[in-house]
């Protein structure tokens, strides 16, 4: 399974973004998908996670109301929307693929290569 992300920028505080992560190969091996953020100096934190069916979603508290994760099959996509967005949202975003719907980073077992999130006060 190969993941690509792609969507991150400067935005100022208030702003949205959507990112977006494409999947290539077997995903039906690897069919939840979940998004991460690490910011610098800090360790990798979940942000949302959705099964392969799109019923259901998790979210970080620190997101919740603001961000959504949903997906495309069709189009082997998984998408975050970020509404208002705040400096402390800053970080590099990944998107991974496992067996089970978590939020711990260590169980899923494929990464795209993260895209920058920058937001500005």
């Known amino acids: 399974v190969q993941l690509q992300a792609s969507g991150g920028g400067l935005v100022q505080a208030g702003g949205s973004l959507r990112l977006s992560c494409v999947a290539s190969g077997p995903i039906f091996s690897r069919p939840n998908m979940g998004w991460f953020r690490q910011a610098p100096g800090k360790e990798r934190a979940f942000v949302a996670a959705i099964s392969w069916s799109g019923t259901t979603t998790y979210s970080a508290d620190s997101v919740k109301g603001r961000f959504t994760i949903s997906r495309d099959n069709a189009k082997n996509t998984v998408y975050l929307q970020m509404n208002s967005l705040k400096p402390e949202d800053t970080a590099v975003y990944y998107c991974?693929?496992?067996?089970?719907?978590?939020?711990?980073?260590?169980?899923?077992?494929?990464w795209g290569q993260g895209t920058l999130v920058t937001v500005s006060s």
């Open positions: 991974a693929a496992g067996q089970m719907l978590t939020p711990s980073p260590p169980m899923y077992d494929y």
